[in-house]
């Protein structure tokens, strides 16, 4: 897709002074991060990486991902309801992945004490490329959807300023007014609030479970103001401290050093790394309360990359979501390939396909974060070892999408600024709030647009190699 700021990328010098703008206005504005050698301290931060320029989306791509999402949302939360479904789909993978084995295990416990939870809040990002095709117009193609720990909503509610500084600068204003306002962090906030305001207890609290090296603070901080606006508090702990401080009285109340939680909300914990012994009994503890987690252990679930596959299979949507044949129709529509790897004849036929055509498909494992997709050769190796073994069942194969490169300049604290042949990846975040069997909220509440350079085949702003973008809607 050729770009209305091909030839500026030309100019070095234009470009260099432009980079200063846009940096000082990106720390005005609050894009920042704490950087990796003071991951725990404010002390000095650093802008988080962003594009120049905002980078080009067709409009229409960007309306058909806003219109889905509320089909996700509904979508995550009857898949988090439906105990069987979780219970068939994962079975495979719970035998070969300690990971979501330990999440499952934690899943079956509180079903068998019951759930203590009446109120249900949803904040997810569902994820996409943009599939280029011979009749030259790309299609809405799903990544992932995140129901844990979704970042990047309070940084991109702050970048539009910039792009549009950059743009003003320039004196085009007309294409600096059409950089689209965003804000997800108070849509996520009104989600948080609305659960608090269900929970209903006026003193309880907010409990962000947060780690101990946390670079994007700010993000998260972006929430917590919004929160606190309301006069709903947040205490930031750690699951070391709730391990240590955190108790549930005979109703299943949660208590966090003698003070009521109302609502949960994980920035920690979807990665193996984050759970000591320690931490899994305090994410038990936490989920066994009937303080509203977002998410809840099933919601986390929902989220698997093998639940992601699964849903692609013929009928599974219909079954998921009787009666509503337009949401299916909606939701399918962005499904890319997605193949079990499950000892069987389909897997079978998966794994020789990927072989033979190695470009055209990522594996993945069980895991958030960035970093764990192996692609081209890495792959060939991988599927070949475990070709034969049930080891493979907990990973799942899927198409790879192809975006249309374009030029872009990416700027990063500490390296020169770079103009590349980039693509981008969008997502829309998304809030629900149910309780009981009603739901109360369901709504779209902003996007997120990263970029990156064409050479990194995996990996997001937080694993270092995606930068902040906007959409320029086309
Ligand atoms: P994670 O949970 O680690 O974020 P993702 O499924 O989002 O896992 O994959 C990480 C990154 O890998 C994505 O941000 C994207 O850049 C790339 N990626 C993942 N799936 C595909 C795919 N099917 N085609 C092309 N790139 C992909
Ligand atoms: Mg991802």
């Known amino acids: 897709m050729a770009t209305s700021w091909e030839s500026l990328l030309q100019d070095e010098h234009l470009l260099e002074e432009l980079a200063l703008q846009a940096m000082d206005r990106a720390l005005a504005e609050g894009v920042l991060l704490r950087t990796s050698r003071e991951p725990s301290s404010s002390d ?15 409009q229409a791509l960007l309306e058909q991902a806003y219109a889905v999402q509320m089909d996700f949302n509904l979508l995550v939360d009857a898949v988090s309801q439906n105990s069987a479904f979780l219970e068939q789909t994962l079975s495979s993978t719970i035998k070969r992945d300690d990971f979501t084995a330990h999440l499952f295990d934690i899943y079956k416990q509180v079903l068998k004490e019951g759930i203590a939870q009446t109120v249900f809040l949803g904040l997810n990002r569902s994820d996409y490329m943009f599939q280029r095709s011979a009749d030259g117009f790309p299609a809405l193609k799903q990544i992932e959807i995140n129901t844990i720990s979704a970042s990047f909503g309070g940084l991109a509610s702050r970048t539009p300023a910039v792009h549009r500084h950059v743009l003003s600068v320039l004196s085009r204003t ?78 299943r109340r949660l208590f966090m050093d003698g003070q009521e939680v109302a609502v949960v909300y994980f920035r920690d914990g979807y990665m193996p790394s984050q759970y000591s012994v320690k931490n899994w009994e305090a994410r038990l503890l936490l989920e066994r309360s009937c303080a509203v987690k977002c998410p809840d252990i099933a919601t986390q679930l929902a989220g698997t990359k093998k639940v992601q596959q699964e849903l692609s299979r013929v009928g599974v949507l219909e079954a998921l979501l009787p009666g509503q044949p337009e949401a299916v129709a909606r939701l399918r529509a962005t499904f890319a390939g997605l193949y079990s790897l499950d000892m069987g004849e389909e897997g079978d036929q998966a794994i020789a396909e990927a072989l033979a055509a190695p470009s055209r498909f990522v594996l993945k494992p069980q895991r958030e974060g960035g970093g764990n997709n192996l692609y081209g050769e890495e792959m060939v190796q991988a599927l070949v070892q475990l070709k034969d073994i049930e080891e493979r069942a907990s990973y799942i194969l899927m198409e790879k999408i192809e975006p249309e490169p374009f030029g872009n300049c990416l700027l990063r604290p500490g390296s020169p600024a770079r103009v590349v042949q980039c693509i981008s990846e969008l997502g829309i975040f998304g809030v629900y709030v149910r309780q009981g069997k009603t739901l109360v909220m369901n709504k779209h509440v902003g996007h997120l647009l990263r970029t990156k350079a064409i050479e990194h085949a995996d990996g997001g702003v937080a694993a270092g190699v995606a930068v902040l973008d906007n959409p320029y809607p086309v």
């Open 44 to 58: 000095v931060v650093s802008y988080a990486p962003f594009t120049l320029f905002p980078s080009l989306v067709p």
């Open 174 to 251: 007309e294409e600096a007014a059409k950089i689209l306002s965003n804000n997800p962090s108070k849509g996520l906030a009104l989600g948080i609030a609305k659960a608090w305001e269900l929970y209903g207890s006026t003193n309880a609290l907010v409990l962000l479970i947060a780690q101990e090296k946390e670079r994007n603070v700010f993000d998260q901080r972006a929430i917590e103001n919004e929160l606190l606006a309301r006069n709903i508090h947040v205490i930031r702990r750690r699951f070391e401290d709730v391990s240590e401080k955190g108790s549930l009285d005979q109703d």
